[in-house]
């Protein structure tokens, strides 16, 4: 009776023993990790291209013994989980932890913007790792004009010129082609010294397909100033790049 008792005892023992020097040989570390931006991992954890852009954080966690990993996160705005999460791993085989981060915006403030996210393994072991990265923030499409048009009173004006009564009313036409969709930010100056107050937009829906950017301009009398008056429209393409382009004319107001 007492053989068995010291028996169980000692089997009790080793049981506690083996788990409790099982748990103390677990070892949590980062086997490698990996950045990705809208779904596509990014090179030299750099972005750029439209924002906001949905950033992905991956770590992959091995132990050396089956354990139950806790963590959270901290990231380079001051940002942080708010509870710490937990997760299952066998024995030295990778398991993903990701983070995720919708972030920035078409503006100066993250035309180059440095950041990172941290995982923080708080058991079995304390492990930190840090994945910095840049974006930048603005369309990667390059636009150009493909072509221009004067017109003048609703008929297209040979050699940029008009001879006739005044005031006529000018129409300027401007055929701009990006390299992939892109919305185009722009502005008009004028040789009289006018100006666009505020620039507009407008959204190139296709790659390589010129869309129309038009001004129009009523101008001129039939006064001795515009018996031969020269005069021009530019258009200032200020992104995604710049580009300006200007329209000559020469009004004979008779």
């Not at 991956?58 to 380079?76: E, H, L």
């Amino acid at each position: 009776m007492i053989g068995n008792r010291v028996s169980g005892l000692l089997v009790l023992f080793l049981a506690c023993w083996i788990a409790m020097t099982s748990t103390a040989k677990a070892g949590v570390r980062v086997g490698g990790s990996a950045f990705s931006a809208n779904g596509k991992l990014a090179r030299d954890h750099q972005y750029s291209g439209q924002c906001p852009v949905d950033l992905k954080f991956d770590w992959g966690v091995i132990s050396s013994v089956p354990a139950t990993v806790t963590y959270s996160f901290a990231r380079s705005d001051g940002g942080h989980s708010s509870a710490a999460r937990s997760i299952s791993l066998p024995a030295n085989r990778s398991v993903p932890i990701l983070d995720e981060w919708h972030l920035g915006a078409n503006t100066p403030q993250f035309a180059s913007y440095s950041g990172w996210v941290e995982l923080n393994i708080q058991s079995p072991n304390p492990v930190a790792n840090r994945i910095p990265f840049t974006i930048h923030c603005g369309s990667s499409a390059t636009v150009h004009v493909g072509g221009s048009a004067f017109s003048a009173n609703g008929q297209l004006a040979r050699d940029h010129q008009y001879t006739g009564a005044c005031p006529v009313d000018l129409k300027f036409d401007w055929g701009v082609i990006g390299t992939e969709p892109t919305p185009v930010t722009y502005s008009f100056t004028r040789s009289d010294g006018g100006h666009s107050k505020n620039p507009l937009t407008i959204n190139l829906p296709q790659a390589n397909r010129s869309v129309p950017i038009l001004d129009q301009w009523r101008l001129g009398a039939n006064t001795p100033q515009f018996a031969d008056y020269k005069g021009w429209v530019e258009l200032n393409i200020e992104s995604p790049s710049p580009v300006a382009n200007r329209i000559g004319f020469t009004l004979h107001c008779r």
